[in-house]
């Protein structure tokens, strides 16, 4: 009498299982051992200039954050549940990457007016796939440049484009462009008034090229509007005169510059230290002749 065999799906499906489970904990070692990616999104609108999101990239390696590079992010927009992809951007060597906005209107905004974005890393073989959203409402800044009892001032008015109503109680920053670091200017928090207005003065005496001051009017860092900046070109500034020596001879100067002082002495201690050698130099031969 034959014993009674297993059924052949029963195999099947515990063999099936086994490789399963096995390829899951696989997939798990592998996994772990990627490092995780943090992404960092911001909005940034510059008035009259670009509108874009700017995204960070960092990993913590061996106990120390680092920026990571060549990270191909995709920036989509989320709209009732759906993403419709806007484009994708690569970070550079320092972790960041800008993903430039053509044009705001193309963005659909949910009832409340408010644009939700996304950003997302899909992973690869050394870092796990990650995300950001992005949440932002649409401000503009209007600035002027206005004299008053000749005294100079900035105003300037934010307003939510979106409500078409001015936005009351929000700190602006007034500062001049520099090259390191921005010059701040007025209060430490200049607060909108009742008409989404402040009018801060500009103090003289506020060295720039060509007497050509940039100031910056900015709503920084909001929660609800992201970063809003507005640039004025204010010719009230106090020339910069130039004191570049770089074209006299002067002992800091290239050597096509060297001082008419120092070519001669040093050409003439040159040929006075071989007018004595070479007089040794003859002295030696007609002794050794004699």
Avoid: C
């Avoid at 911001?42 to 200039?49: L, R």
Wanted: zero cysteines; aromatic letters at 10%.
């Amino acid at each position: 009498m034959k014993s009674p065999g297993i059924p052949h799906f029963i195999v099947l499906a515990l063999l099936g299982t086994f490789l399963l489970s096995g390829g899951f904990e696989n997939l798990h070692a592998q996994d772990a051992k990627k490092n995780s990616v943090r992404l960092k999104a911001d909005y940034f609108k510059i008035m009259e200039g670009e509108i874009y999101i700017k995204i960070k990239a960092t990993s913590k390696i061996e106990n120390q954050n680092i920026e990571v590079p060549n990270l191909d992010i995709t920036v989509y927009n989320e709209v009732n549940d759906e993403e419709i992809v806007l484009g994708n951007t690569i970070t550079n060597n320092k972790g960041e990457s800008r993903f430039i906005i053509e044009n705001l209107n193309t963005i659909k905004a949910d009832s409340t007016n408010t644009y939700n974005l996304g950003v997302s890393f899909k992973g690869n073989e050394a870092f796990k796939r990650a995300s950001r959203s992005i949440s932002f409402k649409n401000a503009d800044i209007k600035a002027n440049l206005v004299k008053k009892d000749s005294i100079n001032y900035i105003s300037a008015t934010l307003s939510d484009t979106s409500a078409d109503s001015v936005l009351a109680e929000k700190s602006l920053v007034i500062q001049v462009q520099r090259l390191f670091s921005p010059l701040k200017i007025g209060e430490e928090f200049n607060f909108t008034d009742e008409n989404g207005t402040i009018f801060v003065p500009i103090e003289d005496g506020i060295p720039g090229l060509d007497g050509n001051l940039n100031i910056e009017v900015v709503l920084q860092d909001s929660d609800d509007y992201g970063t809003v900046k507005a640039i004025i070109n204010a010719p009230i500034g106090k020339p910069i005169v130039e004191e570049s020596t770089f074209d006299q001879r002067t002992l800091w100067s290239p050597r096509s510059k060297t001082p008419i002082f120092i070519l001669f002495f040093t050409g003439g201690l040159i040929f006075g230290t071989w007018g004595i050698i070479i007089y040794l130099i003859t002295n030696l031969f007609k002794i050794s002749k004699n």
